[in-house]
């Protein structure tokens, strides 16, 4: 490991402020970042420690809706009362993503903001946009079972690893950030995210110092919460392909994971599906939200993976509101 200097932050703005310095990153649980350090994938010069900031509180708003601080863990969040009972699809997300472990030091923002599970990317004797830019895409050539099939672009096939912001993203979720200014911010998760294009080393849309401060949740939508996560084996494994839905009589809303370099989720496919029917719903979902997919040889497999997944909820919703 490289040498770094540490600093405990005070206030989020002081946070922001020593973290706008180059090099500089924040670290919370570390459940990510230490391991890209012990690999020498990220290589700060400096860590600011967010454990002394109070953003550990999940407190309602004015509107009926929920805020949940960046540093709430993500044991706290599955298991708060309102979140199990107002937006199950999150505690099912979260319960599905990682052992206890992780969860006990993951954080609400640090879920957010971990890198792609992508073995080129964790490999830095293969060339990799992401890591390094301008140095290719070993995965285009290689293996590539597990890498998106929509959203990627010739520079990079990466997807997101996050079962937690597949959930936010269903939800409508707003992520509050707050600049080295003081100027806050709230963008939607499609805001948040960055598709790879050509500079895929830029995942998010944050400016340097910004600081994740939460996470606000919308007033509930009521529903049947489903969330139904594929992988190769049923112990802590990302997801082959994950589905997040929230379903209300005729009206589906869906968010995929392990397909895209974000959470997908894709308005019109919703809005398409709300007019079919039995399986018909299912198959208008899928055909509409990846018309644009460019899988691989190795991942085609995840399309009619999906639209049987897709099918998989929706009769598990189904049953859940007649019960």
């Given amino acids: 490991m490289r040498a770094f200097s540490y600093a405990r932050a005070e206030t989020p703005q002081a946070a922001a402020q020593a973290a706008e310095a180059p090099g500089t990153k924040f670290i919370a649980g570390g459940t990510n970042l230490l391991d890209l350090m012990k690999l020498d994938i990220e290589q700060p010069s400096r860590l600011i420690d967010l454990g002394p900031l109070d953003l550990r509180a999940v407190t309602d708003t004015p509107d009926g809706g929920l805020h949940v601080g960046a540093l709430v863990t993500n044991t706290d969040l599955a298991a708060h009362p309102r979140v199990k009972a107002d937006y199950a699809v999150l505690t099912r997300a979260i319960v599905a993503g990682a052992s206890g472990q992780i969860r006990n030091k993951a954080t609400t923002g640090g879920n957010l903001l971990q890198r792609a599970r992508c073995p080129y990317f964790y490999d830095t004797n293969l060339p990799c946009?992401?890591?390094?830019?301008?140095?290719?895409?070993?995965?285009?050539r290689g293996?590539?079972?597990?890498?998106?099939?929509?959203?990627?672009?010739?520079?990079?096939?990466?997807?997101?690893?996050?079962?937690?912001?597949?959930?936010?993203?269903?939800?409508?979720?707003?992520?509050?950030?707050?600049?080295?200014?003081?100027?806050?911010?709230?963008?939607?998760?499609?805001?948040?995210?960055?598709?790879?294009?050509?500079?895929?080393?830029?995942?998010?849309?944050?400016?340097?110092?910004?600081?994740?401060?939460?996470?606000?949740?919308?007033?509930?939508?009521?529903?049947?919460?489903?969330?139904?996560k594929v992988r190769d084996r049923a112990s802590y494994a990302f997801a082959l392909v994950s589905v997040a839905a929230i379903v209300n009589g005729p009206d589906v809303r869906v968010a995929f994971g392990g397909v895209a370099?974000?959470?997908?989720?894709?308005?019109?496919?919703?809005?398409?599906?709300?007019?079919?029917?039995?399986?018909?719903?299912?198959?208008?979902?899928?055909?509409?939200?990846?018309?644009?997919?460019?899988?691989?040889?190795q991942n085609a497999f995840k399309v009619p993976l999906l639209r049987r997944t897709v099918r998989a909820v929706l009769a598990q919703a189904a049953q859940e509101e007649q019960a």
Wanted: aromatic content about 4%; charged content about 25%.
């Fill in 261 to 297: 370099p974000r959470p997908w989720r894709v308005r019109d496919a919703e809005r398409a599906a709300a007019q079919a029917s039995g399986e018909a719903r299912a198959d208008t979902l899928i055909d509409r939200a990846f018309e644009g997919a460019r899988p691989t040889e």
């Fill in 143 to 228: 293996l590539s079972r597990t890498l998106a099939v929509v959203g990627t672009s010739d520079a990079c096939i990466a997807q997101h690893p996050s079962d937690m912001a597949v959930a936010l993203r269903v939800l409508d979720a707003t992520v509050n950030t707050l600049k080295p200014d003081g100027t806050p911010r709230a963008l939607t998760l499609d805001e948040f995210y960055r598709l790879p294009e050509d500079t895929p080393h830029l995942e998010t849309t944050l400016e340097p110092g910004e600081l994740i401060t939460g996470v606000t949740l919308p007033p509930p939508v009521g529903g049947t919460h489903v969330y139904r």
């Fill in 129 to 140: 946009n992401k890591r390094d830019p301008g140095s290719g895409c070993a995965a285009l």
